[in-house]
């Protein structure tokens, strides 16, 4: 089974639990999924590093070895926490 994404990015829902709705939920050491609208890079995978204090900003270090990235909130990304946790 898969869910369909309000950006239509399909997703397996049995890999994921629920979107979340602030980055400031999150803490260092969970899994995520973020979405973006990019087709270049529609989806990016990693652990929290670190979360700004307002919920805005979001260390990322990615799976594969594909380092350590910052994302800003505003940029639209849709999240998920993964469940494989």
């Known amino acids: 089974m ?9 997703i ?3 890999s994921l639990r629920s979107e979340v709705s602030g980055w400031d939920q999150l ?5 995520v999924v973020l979405l973006t609208s990019d ?22 270090i990615q799976n594969n070895g594909a380092g350590r990235r910052l994302f800003h ?3 639209g990304y849709t999240t998920f926490l993964d469940s494989r946790d």
């Open 27 to 31: 803490k260092s050491g969970d899994t």
């Open 2 to 10: 898969h869910i369909l994404n309000s950006r239509t990015y399909f």
């Open 39 to 60: 087709r270049r890079n529609p989806r990016f995978t990693g652990r929290v590093d670190e979360i700004s204090q307002d919920g805005r900003y979001l260390w990322l």
């Open 12 to 14: 397996p829902s049995s």
């Open 73 to 75: 909130r505003v940029e």
